[in-house]
């Protein structure tokens, strides 16, 4: 076995009993929240050795997900780009329109298993907010989300739908009134609650065992992928290319990849209106390690290691840390990141609407302004799949504000 099949398997054994990505993960919380997330562990580990639990989940995946999402070849985008074949892997055709409900199902399961019958979900764009509120709806549990006051009034049809699925959203009227200060106040609310409640995270960010835990409910994504490629194009993908918020959807569709090294992976996160600090949201990019919501990982922050304020026209990569693992995965280079600027997220959005008929995400967009920068110096014969993490319904009076044409 070669260095680099060694270093691979290492990879997808990762995290061990401590919750360490190398020298990034970990547990940093209050010791008032030591033994829930002891029981979460544990939980979760009998779960996934419980094969009746996985087929219950994977059931839902597929009657109710509506899996597996498909994977598309983009011909007219391919032909108008020219250059590497582009797919996409479809998750925007997933209920309530992205990925996040894997994670919101496989957790809401757990919470039911663990005896609990409340769950919590912080949100900033609201994504994250309906997919636990859809969860919450459908297997019988109460759910609050809480939600900054400024996000609220950004994100009313989002608000609204929380609401009509039978939650109950509490607004947050602190710091900048967005999502790190939900998390902040869900993680409180969470030190108070934690024997009948279960704080839902939605991305591979927090204290051991939420990244590994949420990478493993995403990963049907990339299992799927893989399946798909060897399928219909019999051979596995020379490129998968994925958006970054805290970095959910590329460690659901990377992971499966992790020890096929000829794939290339990566990971694109919001560049924002310039690299000014405060500008973006790419601590890949720009930021340095620190401690942010419970785990060490890329985190962006002043000289003082004060958590920066972030920008980006997409809600769901508008958060200044990322999932431990993805800091793991630069630092030993078996993922590349890289960031996609406002205005060229627009661009792509509006290139696979009148290429393709297909209207993406904000967030999913900078993946495939990506795809499309890279794809024309590529040849014809190269494959690039772009996780389509999300369907754009959410963000058309954004764009049409953002470009002006109202
Ligand atoms: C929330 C969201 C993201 C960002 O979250 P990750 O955890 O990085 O995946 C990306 N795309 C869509 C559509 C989202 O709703």
Not at 279 to 294: C, E, I, Q, R, Y
Request: contains cysteine; hydrophobic residues 35%; negative net charge.
């Amino acid at each position: 076995m070669n260095d680099s099949q060694d270093q691979a398997e290492s990879l997808a054994n990762l995290p061990g009993d401590s919750g360490h990505f190398g020298s990034f993960g970990g547990s940093f919380v209050p010791e008032t929240l030591h033994a829930t997330l002891a029981q979460l562990t544990e939980a979760y580990a009998t779960a996934r050795a419980d094969t009746s639990f996985m087929q219950e989940f994977q059931q839902h995946l597929t009657d109710y997900v509506a899996r597996p999402t498909p994977l598309y070849f983009a011909k007219r985008l391919t032909d108008h780009v020219g250059g590497a074949k582009i797919y996409l892997k479809r998750e925007d055709t997933a209920h309530t329109g992205a990925h996040k409900i894997n994670n919101a199902i496989g957790q809401a399961m757990l919470t039911r298993r663990m005896g609990k019958k409340r769950i919590i979900a912080e949100t900033g764009a609201g994504q994250h907010g309906v997919a636990s509120a859809t969860a919450a709806a459908k297997f019988g549990l109460t759910c609050d989300v809480f939600m900054g006051t400024e996000d609220m009034r950004r994100q009313q049809p989002n608000v609204r739908r929380m609401q009509l699925l039978g939650a109950t959203v509490v607004p947050v009227n602190s710091g900048s009134c967005t999502l790190k200060d939900a998390t902040n106040a869900a993680m409180r609310d969470w030190m108070g609650s934690s024997e009948s409640t279960h704080y839902i995270i939605g991305s591979v960010v927090g204290p051991h065992p939420f990244p590994m835990m949420v990478r493993d409910f995403q990963s049907v994504i990339g299992i799927e992928c893989r399946a798909q490629c060897l399928d219909t194009i019999g051979r596995l993908p020379d490129h998968i290319i994925a958006c970054v918020g805290g970095g959910s959807n590329a460690a659901g569709i990377f992971y499966p990849f992790i020890d096929d090294t000829s794939v290339k992976l990566t990971g694109v996160e919001a560049g924002g209106r310039s690299e000014k600090l405060g500008d973006h949201a790419a601590p890949l990019t720009f930021g340095s390690p620190g401690v942010l919501h419970g785990s060490k990982s890329f985190v962006l922050q002043d000289s003082d290691g004060q958590t920066s304020p972030v920008h980006s026209i997409s809600a769901g990569l508008d958060y200044p840390g990322v999932g431990p693992e993805h800091s793991h995965w630069f630092d030993v280079g078996r993922a590349d990141y890289t960031s996609c600027s406002d205005s060229d997220a627009l661009v792509a959005l509006d290139s696979l609407c009148k290429t393709e008929g297909i209207i993406p995400a904000l967030e999913s967009s900078h993946a495939l302004a990506h795809a499309i920068k890279i794809a024309k110096d590529m040849p014809s014969d190269q494959i690039i799949v772009v996780n389509l993490s999300g369907r754009g319904d959410k963000d058309l009076e954004e764009y049409f504000r953002l470009t002006k044409q109202d």
